[in-house]
């Protein structure tokens, strides 16, 4: 498969190993489209109102879990891991240690942690990463440790 | 507290009891709404492109899976499981075992599994919920089982 983006290489499941790292880009959450989410797939107080949610335990506005969990994916496919057959999540533990606030920016550490290869298809694999979701202050705001499917390069 | 709905009941943690279930409304997915989800947060082809979607694991264009997060969530929040002070997930395991589709029409039906009151704050406990979300064919586009904070009614 050629290099579509003429950049990164595109990784397949020989070129990978445990303790392998990446870290992706930034991006600076911003208020109005944080609310927008919230508003669209998360419309509760505290992810709308930073006067409503100064009582909750959040206390004061903070980002839908679910948002820091799509930029993180954003973060994930522009940054340098690329899978030759994309990046294709099977499911994973994700956890929230601390809200995401407007005007944060946000970045992902990523490190596989384990590598099966399929005994039934041996031309694929179950790779597992732990993505550390981190804001300016190197705080956590999320860890997704997810299992990936990752295809051998065709002989 | 005052149910500000008027209509669906708050629960607090003294109203809750393991196998306790919640079904929610319907969404249908748009999809344009699909489409420019992962266009903002997780562009990869065979999430934005019918024709460059099958030649993929996917064989046609899928949700992205964060897609399908958000709009469980948004099923979740506007449903009948209303907890007096939000839902609050601390986080939870997630799997898609089947991609979500233009087109689909998704419920969620969710479970109390579990329920721990806090032992170093008697105000509060950890509730675990299953929540399965189905297609119009009752097929599962996605689990997630997650920890919820709620609090115990006020003396």
Known sequence: MADQAGAAPRFYLDD???????????????????????????????????????????????????????????????????????LVGLGGEITWPRPTRAGDVLRVESEIVEIVPSRSKPTQGIVTMRNTTLNQNDEVAQIFTCKILVFRRPA
């Open 16 to 86: 990978l190993q445990v303790g392998q790292r990446f870290t992706s880009g930034e991006y600076r959450i911003d208020e109005e489209r944080m609310k927008a989410f919230a508003a669209e797939f998360d419309p509760q107080p505290f992810h709308l109102d930073d006067e409503a949610a100064r009582s909750t335990v959040f206390q004061g506005l903070a980002a839908s879990g679910w948002f820091t969990a799509a930029v993180a994916m954003r973060l994930l496919v522009q940054g340098g891991f690329k899978v030759a057959n994309g």
